[in-house]
């Protein structure tokens, strides 16, 4: 019994080269056995497919659609193999990420910690920043972005939202008060982020009302983590991500204020460059991200 597959690829050798000669040659059989592949698949279609004279042989009426039909799953063979090499294969290389800080410290590392284990071949180059990044010049990979998105150049994977909180610590409140309403607010130290365009207006939700609270604070700082310090030393309240002050409210480290209000959320896509092709390696990392941190 000969090989279907084995057959049509004989056939289609023969066909384009108009020669069993020629076929024979290319599959390093003689002409005799390309015959014996052409007459296997005539009598499964129960149609004669080649034309045969002594020189040259040309394809009937049924011949030129089954051979096209031959392309066609020749094709989608190859295809296959291609796709089962791939799978078979394991992710390797360097990974060019960027992130932000307070993100990618809390949540991104973590996740990176299990990827690692997972792709013992790929290696992580992260770089923690809060501003824009040059993916051209540093070659970056993929990276995160807080925000809304703004350029169409890149394929954007949705993930969590970043939902904000508020806390202090025990000694400042002890002192200075629990705030009951969002108001409240304007009578305590409340911390400002430089980063934030508006830093001396905080707006909160609840039910249908927003409202935008006026606050002051006698310190400004551009890193999340120095905040955070500094509300743990109870110097104030701040307003911080839940990735970055999370474990200090589960602690007792800080308390969260106002739970039942609403506070500005943003949302975060894993990114990489459109045109960009999707390697085995920033696959796998794109998965995994969108599986863990969704």
């Known amino acids: 019994m000969l090989d279907r597959l084995l057959s049509m690829s004989v056939f289609v050798c023969a066909a384009d080269r108009r020669s069993f000669a020629a076929a024979a040659e290319v599959f390093g059989i ?5 015959g014996k592949h052409v007459r296997f698949l005539e ?3 129960g149609a004669k497919l080649l034309n045969r004279t002594t020189r040259q042989q040309s394809l009937t009426e049924v011949g030129r659609l ?7 799953v020749l094709a989608d063979a190859d295809a296959a193999d291609a ?3 791939e799978m078979r294969a394991a992710p390797r290389g360097v990974l060019k990420v960027h992130a932000p800080v307070s993100f990618g410290s809390q949540r991104l590392v973590p996740a990176l910690a299990r990827y690692l284990r997972r792709y013992p071949g790929v290696d992580v180059d992260l770089t923690l920043a809060d501003r ?33 909180w508020l ?4 000694a400042y409140l002890a002192e200075a008060g629990i705030p009951q309403t969002a108001a409240d607010l304007s009578a305590h130290n409340c911390l400002g982020f430089s980063y934030w365009q508006k830093k001396n207006i905080w707006r909160l939700s609840r039910g249908e009302l927003t409202e935008s609270v006026p606050v002051k604070g006698r310190l400004t700082v551009n890193n999340g983590q120095a905040l955070r310090t500094a509300a743990i030393a109870g ?11 999370e474990d200090d409210v589960a602690t007792g480290r800080l308390i969260r204020l106002l739970p039942d209000y609403e ?27 969108v599986e863990s941190l969704r």
């Open 167 to 170: 806390c202090a610590a025990p």
């Open 132 to 164: 824009p990044i040059d993916w051209v010049e540093k070659g970056y990979d993929a990276a995160i972005q807080i925000g809304e998105l703004a350029d169409s150049g890149f394929v954007a994977r949705e993930l969590k939202r970043y939902r904000m």
């Open 235 to 245: 110097l104030g309240v701040i307003m911080q991500p839940e990735v970055l002050v």
């Open 263 to 289: 506070l500005p959320s943003r949302p975060v896509h894993l990114l990489y460059l459109a045109d960009r092709r999707l390697t085995l390696k920033l696959r796998s990392f794109v998965d995994f991200v």
């Open 66 to 72: 089954y051979y096209e039909r031959c392309r066609q």
């Open 30 to 34: 003689s002409p005799t056995m390309v």
């Open 83 to 85: 796709c089962a090499d």
């Open 43 to 45: 009598e499964r279609v």
